[in-house]
């Protein structure tokens, strides 16, 4: 079975400050991976996705992800982040098995302080 | 630009009701989704559907639980007999195709049992 961790469960960061948010997956097969983003009374938005190919995936709002296999993990970054980047942020993952369902982690509440 | 939308947006009930929970999920998709978010917690995956049935249903997915396309539009979750620990955030989503595809999130419905 997979499971996916966010180990931080909330990050403060200045506006215009570089942040970086972790998540690392477990899975005994080649996965895909997702970043949504959840904005307050709203549902979750797709930031960008991992399904092969290069490992450093570029999204909206000036996201970018690297898919590293070696350690497991996915981690979100932003050079320079505003305001408005305050939201919830969950990393899934879904499998190549043939299942089509997705495995989230507990969300990092990222807060952009201005 | 298509979304998935879900009714109500709150619902409360009392313990021992049966709720069902509404979702139009975008026109040209094929699957749909229920996910649950109990507050603090990880979004959790209930089941799939596609092409009129169940593909895949989580442990969550009890007998308590079903899901229906009554109408070609609509995608409900029907809970029959709600418990206290029913309540959390209910997310429909859907795709296009299965896995490795992106899914699109409703807003959510927040069921409260009481």
């Known amino acids: 079975a997979q499971s996916v961790t966010q180990l931080d469960s909330q990050v403060p960061v200045f506006e215009e400050a570089p942040v970086e948010l972790r998540c690392n997956y477990s899975?005994?097969?080649?996965?895909?991976l997702f970043w949504y983003v959840q904005y307050p009374n709203q549902g979750l938005q797709l930031l960008l996705k991992?399904?092969?190919?290069?490992?450093l995936v570029k999204g909206i709002n000036g996201f970018e992800a690297e898919f590293n296999k070696s350690q497991t993990s996915f981690h979100l970054r932003k050079p320079s982040v505003h305001i408005s980047d305050t939201a919830e942020y969950f990393c899934a993952a879904g499998d190549q098995t043939g299942a089509n369902n997705l495995f989230f982690g507990t969300g990092t509440r990222l807060t952009v302080i201005p | 630009e298509p979304e998935v939308t879900q009714t109500p947006s709150h619902q409360v009930t009392q313990m021992g009701q049966e709720v069902i929970l509404r979702c139009v999920p975008i026109s040209n998709h094929l699957y749909f989704y229920w996910y649950r978010q109990i507050l603090g917690q990880k979004v959790e995956f209930l089941v799939s559907f596609y092409n009129n049935e169940i593909s895949e249903k989580s442990e969550i997915f009890d007998d308590q639980f079903s899901v229906e396309r009554p109408d070609g539009s609509n995608f409900t979750l029907k809970i029959r007999s709600t418990k206290l620990e029913d309540s959390a955030m209910y997310f429909c989503?859907?795709?296009?195709?299965?896995?490795?595809?992106?899914?699109?999130f409703g807003q959510g419905t927040r069921l409260t049992v009481v």
């Open positions: 991992y399904l092969s190919g290069s490992t």
């Open positions: 989503a859907s795709s296009v195709l299965g896995q490795g595809t992106e899914a699109f």
């Open positions: 899975s005994s097969v080649s996965v895909y």
